[in-house]
């Protein structure tokens, strides 16, 4: 049985208005498919199939680990409208079949990983999108989909907040946090390439802090561990001042900006996908937090404490997007704060 937090989202996000009948009969490839953002295309795609809307859409999620996976899609076993491959895609891939789309999101966005694993996290997006971006030419499919990151903007200056598709700020190269952040902007840089030089329909998300039902509450990220406290009855830690500024953007809102693209968007385009309306620091979000249930009696506090091990703090103060080209395709984010981290703590709870 579905979750019933998951279960309004999905319905939500299918009766968004999008034209959901450009997918009937095809085939979608997911890398990364059982991650935190790709896992509910997945499940959106297989809600349309249990709808009858017409021709089954297939999906073939390519994932590292088919245990893991399995345990994600619990609820989906057995069913003829998902294959999940385990593959490494820093290797070549061979699928014979036909493939209509591909949505390459296999990648380490933790900044847990980036001190301890710059080359895991940074392979994915330059290795992996070569193979797949390959493979695409190969089966001359309709569209290639890359979540890349609000991360790719770095240090921007303050009258560039919010930050637009064309305006960028200051990276680091030879610091290792940026293998993530150069990462994917090699791998935009790789799109783009193979779209103009062969013609592939490349296409771009720039996911900004996305939380919702089925993140991980170990991440290691500040939104996850404040959610985990509230989920376990914890008095939330300041592990910082509580200073920086952060847009949060609810999972079912991203994940309709995310197929917006994917259909109505321009090939060889980028687009920020996050919520300019919902920005809000961090000591502010622990309090909104714990006054979401008062009936825990919890309370945040004001006391720093060490990182975990590998974890590298960003230097970015604020972060925010500009959405008016998401606009433009006529997607708005609708959920509140307030809404969105209620329902993904129940979905916890519950």
Request: hydrophobic share 35%; proline share 4%; with cysteine.
């Amino acid at each position: 049985m579905r979750n019933l937090i998951v279960e309004g989202d999905l319905r939500n996000i299918t009766h968004s208005g999008l034209d959901w009948s450009s997918f009937a009969g095809k085939t979608i490839l997911i890398s990364g498919a059982n991650g935190f953002l790709p896992a509910y295309m997945v499940e959106t795609l297989l809600y349309l199939n249990e709808k009858g809307t017409g021709e089954i859409v297939k999906v073939i999620g390519i994932v590292r680990s088919k245990e893991k996976a399995q345990a994600r899609f619990l609820g989906y076993s057995d069913r003829p409208d998902l294959r999940l491959i385990e593959q490494d895609i820093c290797h070549p891939i061979s699928i014979t079949e036909r493939v209509d789309y591909i949505i390459h999101a296999a990648s380490q966005a933790s900044p847990k990983y980036y001190g301890k694993d710059p080359v895991g996290t940074l392979s994915p997006n330059i290795l992996g999108t070569y193979n797949l971006l390959e493979f695409a030419r190969a089966k001359k499919i309709d569209c290639f989909l890359f979540f890349s990151s609000g991360e790719v903007y770095g240090e921007v200056k303050e009258y560039q907040i919010p930050t637009e598709e064309d305006s960028y700020g200051y990276i680091n190269p030879v610091d290792v946090r940026s293998c993530y952040a150069e990462a994917k902007r090699m791998g935009e840089t790789m799109c783009i390439s193979w779209h103009h030089q062969y013609g592939v329909p490349t296409k771009i998300v720039r996911p900004f802090h996305t939380y919702g039902p089925g993140m991980s509450l170990d991440d290691g990220r500040v939104y996850a561990d404040f959610v985990s406290d509230v989920v376990h009855n914890r008095d939330i830690v300041m592990k910082s001042d509580g200073t920086a500024r952060r847009a949060f953007c609810y999972l079912a809102d991203a994940t309709i900006g995310f197929f917006q693209v994917l259909l109505q968007g321009k090939d060889g385009q980028a687009y920020n996908v996050g919520n300019d309306k919902a920005e809000i620091s961090i000591l502010e979000l622990a309090n909104l937090l714990v006054s979401l249930f008062p009936d825990k009696g919890l309370k945040v506090i004001r006391q720093e404490r060490g990182d975990q091990p590998g974890y590298l703090k960003s230097k970015i103060t604020r972060n925010c997007p500009e959405i008016s080209k998401m606009r433009g395709l006529g997607w708005e984010p609708k959920t509140s704060l307030q809404d969105g981290f209620r329902k993904t703590i129940e979905s916890y709870l519950s």
